[in-house]
């Protein structure tokens, strides 16, 4: 049986604005993403590659990886842009006062 419980990530003061940040949560490696007002998480590993997302470059809602340049679409985790192929995990992500909070099962 699978429980999803939310995870205290870090402070909402801690996120960059229209950028990309690594974090590891529950033993995961999470890339969070602020677009506008909004927070998005997927796995920070490329699909493709094996390249840290965190360290590619964020356009809108997509991610760029470093290693070969295929893209995700941060909201869903789907590929965009070839070589990728296989989706990302994505999470969901709440922000309550000054935290954000990331449903791991």
């Known amino acids: 049986m699978s429980t999803t419980a939310w995870v205290d990530v870090l402070s909402a003061d801690d996120l960059p604005t229209d950028d ?35 360290d590619g470059f964020l356009d809108g809602h997509e991610i760029e990886c470093p290693l070969h340049q295929g893209k995700f679409d941060v909201r869903d985790g789907r590929p965009t842009c070839a070589p990728v192929t296989a989706a990302l995990r994505s999470y969901p992500v709440k922000v309550d006062g000054q935290r954000v909070y990331l449903q791991i099962d």
């Not at 940040?21 to 033993?27: E, I, M, S, Y």
């Not at 890339?31 to 493709?48: E, F, M, Q, S």
């Open 20 to 54: 990309v940040l690594g974090v590891v949560v529950a033993g995961r490696d999470i890339a969070l993403y602020t677009v506008g007002d909004a927070v998005y998480a997927t796995d920070n590993i490329c699909t493709h590659g094996q390249a840290r997302l965190c």
